[in-house]
């Protein structure tokens, strides 16, 4: 009896332990700063806040209810659920992949989740973290843009330069050849108008 009593102690204390730890998991992934579920069959079995928030929708009509390739758009559906199957046979490893998403106002996101296997009140699960990435990627759409942009417009510039230089390097012995031709006519005027005197057409051939 005396033993019997102690393993009971033991029990309870194991199951008082187990359920304290259950309820800090629980309400560190409440308080997440990203969305938490578990699908099981399919559907899913538990959200978290966050989850809920991202999707604008309440746990009542997710749990049991939807999947997460329901909430994916037309030509990402079948892509999560291939991911979901691979994930769940282990056959790749844990990491993540994107989709697009329609929330409950029809708001178009992208959103990154990585998801494996677990064991959920003894069968088989999966276990996942969803981030709503909408924003960084239009940020780095912007980016890209602004730097395409920059980089046009130095070769523009790049080009007018180079345009300048050839400009100038062929100015420069045309100003010189101008110039000397300018010199010889102020010093040789004389001359110069009698060959040409000489060499014009006498009104008679005209």
């Known amino acids: ?3 019997q009593a102690e393993l009971e102690h033991t029990v309870a204390r194991k199951v008082k332990e187990l359920r304290e ?9 409440e308080q997440s700063l990203v969305g938490v579920y578990i699908l099981q069959k399919e559907k899913f079995k538990y959200v978290n806040h966050k989850f809920c928030e991202i999707l604008g929708l309440n746990p009542e009509d997710i749990i049991e209810k939807k999947g997460l390739s329901d909430f994916a758009t037309a030509e990402f559906n079948k892509i999560v ?11 790749i490893p844990l990491n993540s992949f994107q989709f697009r998403a329609v929330t409950n106002d029809n708001k178009i996101l992208l959103l990154e989740t990585w998801v494996g296997p677990v064991l959920y ?8 973290i969803i981030i ?21 417009e130095n070769k523009l510039a790049a080009i ?19 110039g000397n031709a300018e010199l010889l006519q102020f010093k040789y005027s004389d001359a110069i108008e009698i060959c040409l005197l000489y060499t014009s057409p006498s009104p008679r051939d005209r």
């Open 132 to 152: 709503d990435i909408t924003e960084q990627y239009y940020a780095k759409v912007r980016e890209n843009k602004l730097e395409l942009e920059l980089l046009n």
């Open 21 to 29: 730890s259950e309820q800090k998991y629980q309400n560190l992934v």
């Open 160 to 178: 007018g330069q180079l345009a300048a230089g050839i400009a100038h390097n062929l100015n420069t012995p045309l100003s010189i050849i101008q």
């Open 121 to 128: 009140k003894g069968s088989n699960a999966m276990e996942g």
């Open 81 to 91: 659920k291939h991911n979901l199957e691979l994930r769940s046979k282990g056959n």
């Open 1 to 3: 009896q005396l033993y």
